[in-house]
């Protein structure tokens, strides 16, 4: 079983950064894909970004541009880096793991966008 924190989420202005990070412990395989997913109140979860072993990079097209996800597999974290926030980014991130057999998830962390 694995188990996913995040951290960096927090408030910050319009045109503003922030950098996520998850960390995964327990069994973790190997091979496997990581990402990042958002829910903002009265919506459903959404995928932001997601990242294979090897380091492939996909992205929502709200994000593409702005947002970058890496990895360091020898520390089994992912991070969100995360710039020009707008407001419509506010939404809790939730962090995944996903192997062949299972879907983990972690706790979230909120990131909140003023204008």
């Known amino acids: 079983q694995v188990q996913l924190v995040e951290s960096g989420g927090g408030l910050v202005q319009a045109g503003g950064s922030l950098r996520l990070s998850c960390a995964a412990s327990?069994?973790?395989?190997?091979?496997?894909?990581m990402g990042w997913y958002r829910q903002a109140p009265g919506k459903q979860r959404e995928l932001v970004a997601v990242?294979?072993?090897?380091?492939?990079?996909n992205y929502a097209d709200s994000v593409k541009g702005r947002f970058t996800i890496s990895r360091d597999n020898a520390k089994n974290t992912v991070y969100l880096q995360m710039n020009s926030l707008k407001p419509e980014d506010t939404a809790v991130y939730i962090c995944?793991?996903?192997?062949?057999?299972?879907?983990?998830w972690g706790q979230g962390t909120q990131v909140t966008v003023s204008s």
């Open positions: 990242i294979t072993t090897g380091g492939t990079a």
């Open positions: 995944s793991h996903r192997t062949l057999g299972d879907v983990y």
């Open positions: 327990g069994r973790v395989f190997s091979i496997h894909t």
